[in-house]
Each structure stands twice: as C-alpha cells, then as structure tokens.
C-alpha cells in the first residue's frame, strides 16, 4: 500500500524559513516525479513545486528564488526547503505522486502558519 507521509509544518514568522518533508513508502520512489501543493484558507489547491524522477525542477511564479524542492532517493523521500516566508504562504502541504494518467496518492498534509 503506497503511503506519503508529510511533516516540518509549523507557525512561523514573516521571513523565517521552514523545511518540510514528504516520506514515501509502498512504491519504488526513484521511478516517479514528485510534486508538492497547497491549500491556503478558503481556496482551492495549488501547484508550488516538481522534481522530476531525473532531478529537474519547477516552480510556481510566488515562490520562484524562495523555495526548493529536493529528493533523496536513498530515503525514499522529498523536501521542500522555503526560505522568506511570507504571509501568503499559509495553507496545507500536501505531496503528490503522480502514479498514472488515472491514479494519484496524497499524504494527509502538514498546516504551515505565517504570522507575527
């Protein structure tokens, strides 16, 4: 059974930095692309970062030169270093594993507050 596991969520002020980390088990991590998303209050889900099973990156525009996706194969796992925290940045975290065109699995998230 595949599972991923989100943590690093916490409260945190405007320019901090928090790193989070989505732990993959059940499936041979290293074959698929990762992404990360989040869900601010009252809005819809969104795309913030991918790392693909080869190392290329993308970001969404807001958090382009703030945040970096990274994975370790080894652990089975994906980070998401964010830097400059800003208010808006607030929402659940959540990672993605694409599976297929038809399947998708999503951790249960990690709630990331910034706040003064």
């Known amino acids: 059974q595949v599972q991923l596991v989100e943590s690093g969520g916490d409260l945190v002020q405007p320019g901090g930095s928090l790193r989070l980390s989505c732990a993959a088990s059940g499936i041979t991590f290293s074959l698929y692309d990762m992404n990360w998303y989040r869900q601010p209050p009252g809005k819809a889900r969104e795309l913030v970062a991918t790392i693909t099973r080869s190392g290329s990156t993308n970001y969404a525009d807001s958090v382009k030169g703030r945040f970096t996706i990274s994975r370790d194969n080894a652990e089975n796992t994906v980070y998401l270093q964010m830097n400059s925290l800003r208010p808006d940045d607030t929402g659940v975290y959540y990672c993605?594993?694409?599976?297929?065109?038809?399947?998708?699995?999503w951790g249960q998230g990690t709630q990331v507050t910034v706040s003064s």
């Open positions: 993605d594993l694409k599976y297929s065109p038809y399947v998708r699995y």
